[in-house]
């Protein structure tokens, strides 16, 4: 919140010097016509409530958006903290060539337009965090079901081998830690069956060179 505030205040600032740039040439020629097309296309966007341009003697210029003849307000601190209870925050920003002073631009800006929008990107970056941290569990969730899957088929392949299937192997489809583990019990399960295979080979020898003694 503190961040958006801050980068709220800088937009401010940088709006005022905006302004003082496009109102500086009607003023020092003093064209009350052009000054009161430019406040007026200043003032086109939703977030700027009023401007009013006054001279030294606090005589009106160039008005819009206040109405002829009512007080101004005085100007809001844009250094401290925004209040939600007040609508509009009321700046006052000299209008100057080099030193020379030439007017006074009085603007109010529309909290609740401000507000708004904070509220709406402090919604998105809720939901952008609840997307975030539904992603987040369905990839846990994802590793969690292949580390179970790969460990349910090294314990069934352990069960074949103690049942006698010497053919046994485990689907190896990576290279992390389990699959590894899945290669190193494959190749100790294959070393079984060569060795069983040798031995019944043993076996058979063994039979025939008996039976043949026994003629």
Do not use: C
């Not at 980068?7 to 009161?36: C, S, V, W």
């Amino acid at each position: 919140e503190n961040t958006l505030n801050e980068q709220f205040k800088l937009h401010l600032r940088e709006d005022l010097q905006h302004y003082e740039t496009a109102l500086i040439n009607p003023l020092a020629t003093m064209d009350l016509g052009e000054l009161q097309s430019v406040i007026e296309n200043l003032a086109l966007p939703k977030m700027v409530s009023y401007m009013v341009i006054m001279d030294h003697y606090d005589e009106t210029l160039a008005s819009t958006g206040w109405p002829t003849g009512k007080k101004l307000p005085k100007a809001d601190d844009i250094l401290g903290p925004l209040n939600h209870k007040k609508k509009v925050l009321n700046l006052i920003n000299p209008i100057k060539i080099a030193t020379q002073e030439l007017a006074h631009l009085h603007v109010g800006f529309d909290l609740d337009f401000y507000f708004a929008a904070r509220q709406k990107m402090l919604n998105r970056g809720i939901t952008i965090a609840g997307i975030e941290m539904v992603a987040t569990f369905l990839v846990i969730g994802l590793i969690m079901f292949l580390i179970t899957r790969k460990l349910d088929m090294l314990a069934d392949a352990t069960k074949k081998i103690s049942d006698g299937d010497w053919t046994a192997r485990v689907l190896t489809d990576g290279n992390d830690e389990l699959d590894q583990v899945a290669s190193s019990f494959n190749q100790m399960a294959q070393a079984i069956e060569q060795h069983v295979e040798k031995l019944n080979e043993e076996k058979i020898k063994s039979k025939i060179y008996f039976d043949v003694a026994a003629v």
